[in-house]
């Protein structure tokens, strides 16, 4: 019998579940929301170049990286209620230290320490949920759950966006801080179960080693994750200043809402295609949608055009990377692996993310955005080859199996 659920699940749609994945809510939101308007901060604000602000928008995933990789071996040994509780007080405290931001040396040192507590706050929200999901439905609920990381990817930039251009960085600080303050009182309130180890699983836990710290079963779909990432990062960092460019800001706000309505129609389908017919089914159309959708805003020069793409891109992104994380849930090994594996996973697609603005902002300073964009789309595709010689899926009644023995589950 398993000591982190002493009463069976029986439905998706349980008091646990429903906070936490509102918890999650805000975590990501705030952390979109500030993604996708900072680099735009650096660059006006602060006078930084383009790579600069690059650079501040995707050091904040370093901070990311670091926090996952300790956590991702720290989280049962700290235990999920102790590590969900102080990454969010930390996220509280690095989230008012904006407002004190005099340069772009500072918003780096501010930015590393936030992305920190943001990857430690994550990474314990993504393992407590799975406590939550009934054994016999993993699949919808991994989607149902993962659907507010989605809507938190598409509704912070659009807030975001608007926000920007109607009123200042220091509302959209003070407002961030009051949904952070929301958070870390949730953790204090929130019931949550720890892991019982016994001492010999605590003993390996401890050991420092890279698989402590990274699971190896898992390193190939992360780096899909990587490229994927990588990829989207280029819609997330520079769309504003490309929208700009394009005299098209005022309607590029309703991109993210056009992603959202994608993603909130796909997800529940595309988690019940996952378990039905495998990954296969779900991830291949994936690429092909997050290529057209970049083609497309390479390409874009009118409003419906650019919200076009954000439906692909949407459909692309969106659906793998929910689907991407369920893949390295099944290659997970035992539960007391979960917390690494997908961790493993986030490094990945974290690292995407980090690595892109910086990289796409020098690269724009020799090509434009249009060409930028056509350049990303090659991405998906690179990816899917890889995907398609170097993957074998597991069958998936099996898979589910296993996880269920496990009591394992899943969260994007």
């Given amino acids: 019998m398993s000591n982190a659920e002493p009463e069976p699940i029986t439905k998706i749609f349980n008091k646990g579940f429903i906070s936490i994945t509102l918890v999650n809510f805000v975590v990501y939101f705030v952390y979109f929301l500030l993604m996708a308007i900072i680099a735009v901060i650096a660059h006006q604000q602060l006078h930084a170049s383009f790579g600069q602000s690059g650079l501040a928008s995707g050091i904040f995933v370093v901070g990311t990286l670091a926090a996952r990789l300790i956590m991702g071996q720290q989280l049962e040994l700290l235990g999920r209620k102790a590590v969900l509780r102080y990454g969010a007080l930390f996220y509280l405290v690095t989230t008012i230290a904006y407002l004190f931001i005099p340069n772009i040396g500072v918003m780096y040192i501010v930015r590393l320490?936030?992305?920190?507590?943001?990857?430690?706050?994550?990474?314990?929200t993504n393992a407590i949920v799975t406590a939550y999901i009934p054994e016999n439905q993993k699949g919808k609920g991994i989607n149902y759950y993962g659907l507010s990381t989605a809507l938190a990817a598409a509704l912070g930039p659009f807030m975001g966006m608007i926000l920007l251009n109607y009123t200042?960085?220091?509302?959209?600080?003070?407002?961030?801080?009051?949904?952070i303050a929301v958070v870390a009182?949730?953790?204090?309130?929130?019931?949550?179960d720890d892991i019982k180890l016994t001492a010999e699983k605590r003993t390996a836990l401890k050991k420092i080693t890279f698989s402590a710290f990274v699971e190896t079963k898992v390193i190939f779909i992360s780096f899909i994750g990587f490229l994927i990432g990588f990829a989207f990062s280029s819609v997330l960092s520079f769309l504003s200043s490309y929208a700009a460019q394009l005299n098209l800001l005022a309607i590029s706000s309703f991109f993210f809402i056009v992603y959202a309505g994608v993603i909130a129609i796909s997800r529940p389908i595309s988690g019940t295609i996952f378990d039905t017919k495998g990954e296969n089914a779900v991830m291949y159309p994936t690429y092909f949608a997050l290529t057209i959708g970049l083609i497309m805003l390479s390409y874009t020069t009118t409003g419906w055009m650019l919200l076009l793409s954000g439906a692909f891109i949407g459909l692309g992104y969106g659906t793998f990377l929910s689907n991407g994380q369920a893949i390295a849930l099944k290659l997970s090994p035992s539960v007391e692996r979960i917390g690494v594996s997908l961790s493993t996973y986030f490094i990945g697609v974290d690292l995407g993310l980090g690595v892109g603005p910086f990289i796409l902002g020098q690269l724009h300073n020799g090509m434009s955005f249009s060409k930028l964009y056509l350049s990303a789309a090659i991405i998906?595709?690179?990816?899917?080859?890889?995907?398609?010689?170097?993957?074998?899926?597991?069958?998936?009644?099996?898979?589910v199996h296993v996880m269920d023995q496990d009591g394992a589950g899943n969260n994007i």
């Fill in 113 to 124: 320490l936030n992305g920190f507590a943001y990857g430690m706050t994550s990474t314990a």
């Fill in 168 to 179: 200042t960085f220091k509302t959209i600080i003070i407002m961030s801080i009051i949904m």
């Fill in 185 to 192: 009182v949730s953790a204090f309130v929130l019931h949550v």
């Fill in 380 to 399: 998906p595709m690179v990816a899917m080859v890889l995907y398609f010689f170097f993957y074998k899926p597991k069958h998936v009644g099996h898979s």
